[in-house]
């Protein structure tokens, strides 16, 4: 492991499920993302979280819904989900914003959501 | 905005050819350039970085150069291993809210041959 575990490795739900991808790091890292990534597409960052603080929502639609209770665990809240959203989700974390290391990212694996 | 372009792939090359994976960036400013890995079912890991024009990083054999003149930081490697398989994604970030958003290429994925 990388030390950021995702959770879980692989998911499928119809639109009308709820469910939950989970992000824990052991770094000591304060900062903490949620990308998604589909075929022939750039990295999408989705959500940053700075010391548990939302600094960054890129225009993602509510139907997904992150959560960070603390600086070491994540998580994506998923509701009524279409088709499109099919795609690997993956967490990272880093030093905080403005401190050095910010910008290398340590990243999980990443769950693959398949939505029916 | 800040933009990526890389080639796109799937590039495939024999043991031991030499490598380039072409990286251009539009950005404001003056980025920092990484290159990041991701091996079959793993996530994205650092492969190598350079913070200011001229620099050149390096990793496992694999280079990099910043050019600013040519907004480039083209991939390179001497002799690619059959471990070498994977995706390779060019990325940059600046000062923009505290330097943490980084922007992505599409990857490009590299197959080596026996």
């Known amino acids: 492991e990388t030390g950021v575990t995702q959770t879980p490795r692989h998911l499928v739900m119809g639109m009308t499920n709820k469910k939950s991808l989970k992000c824990e790091q052991h770094?000591?890292?304060?900062?903490m993302y949620w990308y998604k990534q589909s075929a022939k597409k750039p990295l999408e960052l989705m959500f940053v979280?700075?010391?548990?603080?939302?600094?960054e929502n890129n225009s993602v639609p509510s139907r997904f819904s992150p959560e960070c209770p603390n600086s070491s665990h994540l998580f994506l809240h998923l509701h009524t989900l279409q088709p499109e959203d099919s795609a690997l989700y993956l967490c990272?974390?880093?030093?905080?914003?403005?401190?050095?290391?910010?910008?290398?990212?340590?990243f999980g694996a990443g769950s693959r959501l398949t939505v029916l | 905005g800040n933009s990526v372009t890389q080639m796109e792939g799937p590039v495939t090359l024999s043991e031991e050819a030499f490598l380039t994976i072409n990286c251009t960036y539009t950005?404001?400013?003056?980025?920092?350039l990484f290159w990041y890995v991701q091996y079959p079912g793993e996530g994205l890991q650092l492969l190598l970085k350079?913070?200011?024009?001229?620099d050149k990083g390096s990793n496992k054999g694999f280079e990099a150069t910043y050019r600013k003149e040519t907004t480039s930081f083209h991939l390179e490697k001497g002799s690619v291993q059959v471990s070498d398989s994977a995706v390779y994604f060019c990325?940059?970030?600046?000062?923009?809210?505290?330097?943490?958003?980084?922007?992505f290429g599409t990857g490009t994925q590299l197959k080596v041959e026996l």
């Open positions: 350079a913070t200011k024009a001229d």
């Open positions: 979280y700075n010391f548990k603080e939302q600094t």
């Open positions: 990325a940059l970030s600046d000062l923009t809210g505290g330097g943490n958003k980084l922007t």
């Open positions: 990272a974390s880093s030093q905080s914003s403005g401190a050095s290391g910010a910008n290398v990212l340590t």
């Open positions: 950005a404001t400013g003056y980025p920092s």
């Open positions: 770094l000591g890292h304060n900062a």
